[in-house]
């Protein structure tokens, strides 16, 4: 299992690192309780200690009773959204990182056990989760 580094607020204080299924599942659980219909709360997770730009990236969100995932890494360079049933056009939704945010197509929301089984998975291979149903984000008009 790999160890993951989760950012999740502006503050550098409150940035963790999992290192077995048990706290990853406490760290969504936390996840999911900072999130309401009008702050979904988002965190970015990497591998713990690797310093590289290339590196696979996983951006975790919750949305009350469900979320969103995007990835990038070296097994997708141009990066993925998570596909839902939710129409393409329409209004983005952004997710919140501390006090910054980051925009996902209005169709990016999955349910949320297909995102808590993504983290896992992506804590055993570092590599973007193949049950999740994804969408290309360049060219997608949401680079």
Do not use: C
């Amino acid at each position: 299992m790999i160890a993951l580094y989760w950012v999740y607020s502006n503050n550098p204080d409150d940035h963790t690192v999992t290192r077995t299924h048990d706290e990853i599942d406490t760290m969504l659980d936390k996840l999911a309780g900072m999130s309401r219909e009008d702050w979904p709360a988002s965190a970015e997770v990497t591998e713990y200690g690797v310093n590289d730009l290339r590196a696979a990236e996983l951006l975790v969100g919750f949305h009350v009773d469900r979320g969103a995932l995007a990835y990038s890494g070296p097994d997708n360079k141009d990066g993925s959204f998570s596909q839902g049933d939710g129409p393409a056009d329409g209004d983005s939704i952004n997710y919140m990182l501390g006090e910054s945010d980051d925009e996902f197509p209005p169709n990016a929301e999955i349910p949320l056990d297909v995102v808590r089984r993504a983290v896992h998975e992506f804590a055993e291979t570092g590599r973007r989760p193949e049950d999740v149903p994804w969408q290309t984000i360049r060219g997608s008009g949401w680079e």
